[in-house]
């Protein structure tokens, strides 16, 4: 009532109005600034909403990167381990394939030894005159062995005495002669063990380098002895040990196997022959 | 795979059979086996080999002397040869190159030596 009476009055009074009037403009104003501020506001968040989104989808990139980058460290990672192991597989082959070479040449080598021992006691009862074993038993020495200079001693009718019957490269004073009892050469044939010097240290100069038994029916009947080897022999290989076991087991009988074939005129024995032999 | 032919001059058969052997261990390689150098030269003229393997010394005819027949050939003058000589003889061997052989084996003779050469040689794996 007051209010409608304070209207109406107000009405009747033209100042109330100017001030009405200044309050609503000045309430327009402020709502009006109200509303620049919140344009403005708006804007600054839209502005804002627009960073947030470009930072969220840098982040996501950023994520998705480091994902990538995990990834890949995972895949270094495997990779190193798969080239560790190829690295361990490649030096287990090589020290196969090293292995390999080395049993490959021990082949070689064992290949070339038997070779030797095959060929020289093939080669050994190949022929049935004397001049054809003596010429191998040169070869044997000279070519397989690598002997320079060596002799053949047989042992005489009396048994007391070594004869010379051959050799090669030996000097001129060799003696032609040697007695069983007080000779070197003798005592090896005495005693049937061959004696060698193996790298030509043990004994003194002028030695022979191996004196070889040769033994028939457990009887020894001779001597080969080797005085020097071949300037690029140093030393008897294992090949020259069995060398030496078969001249000494196998030279003999080869001898007098062509002896006798020679002597009883190159006539080969029949089988009726065998037969009243006691075949 | 081709074969290649070898022909082995030797007068000892002790030496021409460990020759056999050793170079039994190549494959694709025919051997082919001369007494001497004049059973050599009668082989080579029958037949064309890629290789000759020869003794120095040997009866009848030499091993010098074949290979100084071999060169002048023209159908052998390009066939590889490998002399086999002792250590010693190193003025033979000397020879022996001048005349155009193109290695050299010394006695005694080692397979494994045998087989470097002659693989060497004809350039095999």
């Given at each position: 009532?007051?209010?409608?009476?304070?209207?109406?009055?107000?009405?009747?009074?033209?100042?109330?109005?100017?001030?009405?009037?200044?309050?609503?403009?000045?309430?327009?104003?402020?709502?009006?600034?109200?509303?620049?501020?919140?344009?403005?506001?708006?804007?600054?968040?839209?502005?804002?909403?627009?960073?947030?989104?470009?930072?969220?989808?840098?982040?996501?990139?950023?994520?998705?990167?480091?994902?990538?980058?995990?990834?890949?460290?995972?895949?270094?990672?495997?990779?190193?381990?798969?080239?560790?192991?190829?690295?361990?597989?490649?030096?287990?082959?090589?020290?196969?394939?090293?292995?390999?070479?080395?049993?490959?040449?021990?082949?070689?080598?064992?290949?070339?030894?038997?070779?030797?021992?095959?060929?020289a006691g093939?080669?050994l009862h190949?022929?049935?005159?004397?001049?054809?074993v003596?010429?191998?038993l040169?070869?044997i020495?000279?070519?397989?062995?690598?002997?320079?200079?060596?002799?053949?001693?047989?042992?005489?009718?009396?048994?007391?005495?070594?004869?010379?019957?051959?050799?090669?490269?030996?000097?001129?004073?060799?003696?032609?002669?040697?007695?069983?009892?007080?000779?070197?050469?003798?005592?090896?044939?005495?005693?049937?063990?061959?004696?060698?010097?193996?790298?030509?240290?043990?004994?003194?100069?002028?030695?022979?380098?191996?004196?070889?038994?040769l033994t028939l029916?457990?009887?020894?009947?001779?001597?080969?002895?080797?005085?020097?080897?071949?300037?690029?022999?140093?030393?008897?290989?294992?090949?020259?040990?069995?060398l030496?076991k078969l001249l000494g087991q196998h030279a003999g009988p080869a001898l007098?196997g062509?002896?006798?074939?020679?002597?009883?005129?190159?006539?080969?024995?029949?089988?009726?022959?065998?037969?009243?032999?006691?075949? | 795979?081709?074969?290649?032919?070898?022909?082995?001059?030797?007068?000892?058969?002790?030496?021409?059979?460990?020759?056999?052997?050793?170079?039994?261990?190549?494959?694709?390689?025919?051997?082919?086996?001369?007494?001497?150098?004049?059973?050599?030269?009668?082989?080579?003229?029958?037949?064309?080999?890629?290789?000759?393997?020869?003794?120095?010394?040997?009866?009848?005819?030499?091993?010098?002397?074949?290979?100084?027949?071999?060169?002048?050939?023209?159908?052998?003058?390009?066939?590889?040869?490998?002399?086999?000589?002792?250590?010693?003889?190193?003025?033979?061997?000397?020879?022996?190159?001048?005349?155009?052989?193109?290695?050299?084996?010394?006695?005694?003779?080692?397979?494994?030596?045998?087989?470097?050469?002659?693989?060497?040689?004809?350039?095999?794996?």
């Open positions: 009532m007051s209010d409608l009476k304070n209207s109406s009055s107000a009405r009747g009074s033209a100042p109330d109005l100017q001030t009405e009037r200044e309050l609503l403009l000045q309430s327009f104003h402020q709502g009006a600034a109200l509303t620049e501020r919140l344009m403005s506001e708006y804007a600054r968040l839209k502005e804002r909403v627009l960073e947030v989104e470009e930072e969220n989808a840098r982040l996501r990139a950023q994520l998705l990167a480091d994902d990538r980058v995990a990834r890949l460290l995972e895949q270094v990672e495997r990779l190193e381990r798969d080239r560790a192991e190829l690295l361990s597989r490649t030096k287990q082959a090589e020290e196969l394939r090293g292995s390999l070479s080395e049993r490959a040449i021990e082949i070689e080598s064992e290949f070339a030894h038997f070779a030797n021992l095959y060929v093939n080669q190949a022929s049935l005159t004397l001049q054809g003596w010429q191998r040169r070869d020495l000279g070519q397989l062995i690598g002997a320079a200079s060596y002799a053949l001693y047989l042992r005489s009718e009396d048994g007391a005495r070594l004869l010379f019957v051959g050799g090669e490269g030996f000097p001129h004073d060799i003696p032609r002669e040697l007695a069983i009892e007080g000779s070197k050469v003798g005592g090896v044939v005495s005693a049937g063990i061959a004696k060698i010097d193996e790298d030509g240290t043990s004994t003194a100069a002028g030695e022979p380098r191996a004196i070889i038994p029916a457990d009887k020894a009947i001779g001597a080969f002895v080797i005085h020097r080897l071949l300037e690029q022999k140093l030393r008897f290989s294992r090949t020259d040990f069995e030496f007098v062509a002896f006798l074939f020679e002597s009883g005129g190159h006539k080969l024995p029949s089988a009726e022959a065998l037969l009243s032999a006691g075949f | 795979m081709s074969e290649y032919s070898c022909l082995v001059v030797e007068d000892s058969p002790m030496m021409r059979q460990l020759l056999v052997f050793a170079l039994g261990r190549l494959k694709n390689l025919r051997v082919t086996e001369a007494d001497d150098g004049v059973d050599g030269l009668r082989k080579l003229a029958s037949a064309r080999y890629d290789i000759i393997l020869t003794d120095i010394n040997m009866p009848i005819m030499d091993g010098l002397k074949l290979v100084k027949r071999v060169r002048s050939d023209p159908t052998h003058k390009d066939t590889p040869i490998v002399i086999i000589t002792t250590e010693g003889a190193s003025e033979d061997r000397q020879r022996a190159l001048q005349l155009g052989a193109n290695a050299y084996i010394t006695k005694p003779i080692q397979a494994p030596q045998v087989i470097a050469t002659v693989k060497e040689l004809l350039k095999l794996e």
